[in-house]
Structure formats: structure tokens, C-alpha cells
């Protein structure tokens, strides 16, 4: 009989004890995403550039922050496209990284951008550059409608970490487009034009809480960390103190795709008879304590080495 090739759909499917979860992300609903993405995007353009004419930090960092709203929305796009692509011979896991590993990028780049916005706004407060307020205020409440009308579209789409996570991103940029109003009508009523770089600051200071945080998430998922809802030490108590298991050892907890967190390791048994009935209780305990369902355990007999 002719040898048949295994085929990697075959290796990839889910059979009857396995894992319940996909290595992909489900099909969401794109269009609030990409309308909110475009209107984002497109304004930050607007700002960016009326920033420069204006010789304006305030509009400028503001742009920058309303860049990291629009890369948010992009990956989420783009994940939505990459990471529902099923598992392949090359890529067994799937491509549910992909999200994380732009995010880490973009999280890069925008603390680039903080650092440039930080170092500018101490050269202009030591030499004062002129700046035309009228414009700065003008954008900027143009750019406070923009962030609104965002936020409504997102707040009526259905809620995924996604557009969450998106939602709190644009209404932090409207705190950045009221920093840049204010510094706009000081600017245009008084003359101050130092307001400008210390809003620009306060602007840089919230670009990089969100930034930091996406940078440590993605970290953290990319480096194949324990799920911050779970005790790995705890972990490896409730394992050995389920019955018929004697130890635990080369235990690792990690995160296959968010929100579903996986366990391999091996545990030292009694007799490898009673393996079908200890595996049936760790199991139980992982999915009720944990939530865990994607387990791979060897058993290992008394001694061995």
C-alpha cells in the first residue's frame, strides 16, 4: 500500500479531549474599526502638518498622539486579517503573534516620538519660538469634534478588547486635543507662547502611559510570559497535591493565544496504570481553577530519570 502524506490540516484538528480554542482570531465586524481608522489618521495628517505651518508642538504631539490611536485601530485591522489565517505546515501556532509583534513595534516608534517631542519642547522653553495661535485653535477644536465622533462610532460597535481598548485610547486623545485648544486661544489671547512646548509635555507624558503599556503587554505575550491572572508557583502546588501525582517538574504556563492560556510539563506518577484516571483529574482541576484547556502532560514512573 502506497505511503500517504499527512496532510496539515489532519495534524491541526481538534478531536474529541483536545483543546476547545482556535489558533486564529474569529471574523469581527470591520467597519466601525475602519471608519474610526480612517477619520484618525486622516485628521492626525491634518495636524501634523497645520503643526509644522503653525510651528505648534502642542498640535504636533497632539497628531502624534492621535497616530497611536490610529496605529491601535490599524492592528486591530490588521489582526483581524493575519491572525484568523488558520495554522500551516510552516506556522503550526497560527499567526496570532502577528498583532502583538506590530504593537511592540509601534510602541518603539512612538517612544522615539515622545523622546523627539520632550527634547524640542525643552529647546523651546529655554529659546521661545513663535507660534500662531488662531490656527492651533482652530485644528484643535476641529480635532476635539474628530475625537468625539470617533469615540461614538466605537462606543455603538460591539465591545471586544479591541474597540475597548481603542475607545480608551481615543478618549485620552481628546485630553490631548483640549491641551492643544487651551495652548491655542493662550497663545492667541495673551502672546504666551511658552504654554506651547509645556502642554506639548503633558501631551508626550500621555502618549507614553498608553505606549508603555501596549509595549509591556506585547513584551510579555512575545516572550511567551505566565498569563498575569495566573500563579505559576501555585500552579505547580495544585498540580502536586492532586491524587496519584508524586511531583512536578519542567512546568511552563504561557499564553498560546489571548486569552487562552496553556500548560505542558511532566508529572511523576505511581504507576503509569492509573495515568488515564490522573489526567482526567488534572485536567478538571486546570479548567475549573484556571481556565486552562490546552494541557500537555507526560507522565513519568518512580525514578525515572
Known sequence: MPEQATSSAHLHEHRAGDARHA???????KTAMALALGLTLLFAAVEAVTGWLSNSLALISDAGHMLTDAAALGLALLAQVIAKRPPSARHSFGFVRAEALAAFVNSLAMLALVCWIVYEAAQRLATPEPVKGGVVLVVAAIGACINILVAFVLSREEQNINTRAALINVLGDLLGSVAAIIAGAVIYFSGWVRIDPLLSIFV?????????????ESYHFLMEGVPHHIDYLQVGDDLAQVAGVLSVHDLHVWDMSPGHPALIGHLEIRDLAEWPAVLHRVRGMLLSKYGIDHVTLQPEPVGHL
Open 23 to 29: 489558533h486564529y482570531i474569529e471574523e469581527r465586524s
Open 204 to 216: 508626550s507624558l500621555l502618549i507614553l502611559r498608553s505606549t508603555w503599556s501596549i509595549l509591556h
